[in-house]
């Protein structure tokens, strides 16, 4: 036999062989291909591990927009209100005067579990230690995506950006989310839910104290919203080199109804606007904090204030948040009920759907000052 045939029998008979042999590989391929393309965009995140020694030139604010941290002082007269408490008048007075004179509260006795509290709060920290090739597989820049890992605030618009990741989930109806929720860690889905369900209960609570605040039946602000979804951010502010440069997120109101935020009990970072001065909230333990969003702010005709508030970071440790937004129903009218604008008193705001308003505050960037309420004012 000649040797070019010897070669070409051993060629023939070696290449089922290589092709099974290829075929072999192509998970592990596609799968190392994968893992470096997930390395490649975990630089987007700030919690991927890296310890940064100096701020990134894209989170560093212009000089005159700065935390000066300096000046803020440590507000310890947060009204904290007792949910536990017999006396409903007494605490339906403080709900209206915490509404008006603040825009935020603290709720204490408030019905929802400790060991709930606890859970939610292991599974989120669990979350945000998982390595960062397992949280970039859920990453997007989409503000309409309903579960989506991101970072400072809207990436594609902002100029300057927030030292903060957050993990994004719509809550509500659960059984139509949880599905995509995160399997990792393996007790998210059942936690977060429990978590989720507690704190609908004690917004829904909180709504119609607010409503009997304001003079009204109950259940009116309920039913203005309509059947109204729930939002949570569960916010990560990693160690920042040099806090005073930037935020982990600038001064904003919310677009939504009601905040119930859940607070680090051992790491603050929480200010609110009060009378033109920024303000820490020390925070309270086993208290959340409720924020008057702006919804709520339309609904009360303008009488109640959707609070100014700011997230600032700082250079020793991590912090982290959990915020639920309750959001009227897309095309629900926001307007103030007839009982508010009686007498000679004027509709501050026009009507709109919140759909539409949603649409208008995605379109803007987080840190402008002039509050989108401001384009729906009469
Ligand atoms: O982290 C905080 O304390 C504030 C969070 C916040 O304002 C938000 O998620 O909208």
Redesign the pocket.
């Given at each position: 036999m000649s040797i070019e045939r010897m070669h070409m029998i051993s060629l023939t008979s070696q290449f089922p062989c290589d092709i099974k042999e290829s075929i072999r590989w192509v998970p592990l391929l596609s799968f190392l291909l994968r893992q470096s393309s997930l390395s490649k965009m975990a630089g987007k995140v700030i919690s991927s591990g890296f310890r940064y020694a100096a701020l990134p030139e894209s989170y560093v604010r212009p000089v005159t927009d700065r935390p000066n941290l300096s000046l803020v002082s440590n507000c310890d007269d947060v009204p904290v209100i007792d949910f536990g408490s017999a006396d409903r008048p007494l605490m339906v007075r403080q709900i209206g005067d915490a509404c008006r004179r603040y825009g935020f509260f603290q709720v204490i006795n408030h019905g929802v579990p400790d060991e709930i509290v606890e859970r939610m709060q292991r599974v989120g920290r669990e979350f945000f230690e998982l390595p960062v090739e397992e949280k970039m597989k859920l990453y997007s820049e989409d503000p309409t995506k309903t579960m989506r890992l991101s970072t400072s605030f809207n990436v594609q618009k902002e100029q300057v950006h927030n030292w903060?990741d957050?993990l994004r989930l719509h809550c509500y109806p659960l059984d139509q989310y949880t599905p995509e929720w995160p399997s990792n860690p393996s007790s998210f889905k059942e936690d977060v839910a429990n978590y989720c369900r507690a704190v609908r209960d004690l917004g829904m609570r909180i709504l119609e104290g607010i409503s009997e605040s304001l003079g009204l039946e109950k259940e009116v602000i309920i039913k203005i919203l309509g059947d109204q979804g729930q939002h949570m951010?569960i916010?990560h502010?990693p160690v920042c080199p040099e806090p005073e440069l930037t935020y982990?997120?600038p001064g904003?109101t919310?677009p939504n109804a009601l905040?119930i935020?859940l607070?680090d009990t051992l790491v603050s970072?929480?200010q609110v606007l009060k009378d033109g001065q920024w303000l820490a909230v020390r925070p309270h333990p086993n208290a959340f904090?409720i924020?008057i969003g702006d919804q709520l702010e339309a609904v009360s005709n303008g009488e109640y204030k959707s609070v100014w508030?700011?997230?600032v970071v700082n250079s020793d440790k991590p912090?982290m948040?959990i915020?639920s937004?309750l959001c009227p129903c897309n095309d629900t009218i926001i307007s103030a009920p007839q009982e508010l604008i009686e007498g000679g008193t004027k509709a501050v705001f026009k009507k709109f759907t919140y759909a539409e308003y949603y649409k208008k505050f995605w379109s803007r960037n987080l840190d402008q000052k002039e509050h989108c309420l401001e384009f729906f004012k009469n």
């Open positions: 903060r957050y951010a916010n502010y982990g997120l904003h919310d905040t935020l607070q970072g929480l904090v924020n508030h700011r997230a912090r948040s915020a937004f």
